[in-house]
């Protein structure tokens, strides 16, 4: 059966390329995810080097079941890897996923990477996809990331709480939030002059 998403995806903006991540990107991405303020607020500390490889590896042999599609976050100008993200929770048959698995190294936080990514990402869901529904999701109170969720038309859907065990033994209350096929056009808007603003 033809994949959802081809193996082959990438997506293309002004300052970054969602390439699809390869074991070869695996040393300079590790590198780059040593700096622990990336992790504070996530499941996993990928700071770690072994838990960085673990996650990685699963990310691929998720992709191969079709439940994630990993991406490594390119910096045209510097020709270097930035970050990560990722599509998952990937339903086909109900035109839906999640946005997740993202994160950047802090040299580039508030900037134009995130909302850009966002775009590209968001763009290749409605728009080739044709999906109806995409979630995104952080944790209850990491407020840098709701509030950047929101500034790019995310809605608030509620909070589940215990929603995740966190690799040190902590349970995680997640904030919820999605964009749907009609709020589309009205957000692409929205990020685009976001985008603009940051330029």
């Known amino acids: 059966m033809k994949p959802w998403i081809p193996i082959t995806t ?5 300052f970054v390329e969602l390439i699809p991540l390869k074991k070869e990107h695996f040393s300079e991405l590790s590198a780059l995810a040593q700096d622990k303020r990336i992790w504070e607020f996530l499941p996993t500390d990928c700071s770690d080097a072994e838990k960085f490889k673990r996650a990685y590896e699963e990310a691929l042999y998720e992709r191969e079941k079709g439940n994630h599609f990993p991406f490594v976050i390119f ?49 290749y869901c409605f728009e080739t996809l044709k999906t109806i529904r995409v979630q995104l999701k952080t ?18 859907e509620g909070v ?16 919820y939030f999605s964009i749907i096929e009609e709020e589309w056009e009205t957000t692409k808007k929205k990020i685009e002059k976001l985008l603009a603003s940051l330029r």
């Open 160 to 175: 589940l709480r215990k929603d995740k065990i966190r690799d040190n033994g902590i349970p995680r209350n997640s904030a």
């Open 139 to 156: 944790s209850d109170i990491n407020l840098r990331s709701r509030k950047a969720i929101e500034k790019i038309g995310g809605q608030f």
């Open 75 to 123: 910096h045209k100008q510097t020709k270097k890897l930035m970050g990560s993200t990722r599509l998952m929770d990937i339903h086909p048959k109900d035109r839906k996923l999640e946005i997740g698995w993202t994160w950047l190294h802090p040299d580039y936080w508030a900037t134009a990477i995130n909302p850009e990514c966002k775009l590209l990402l968001l763009t």
């Open 10 to 14: 990438t997506l293309k903006g002004q």
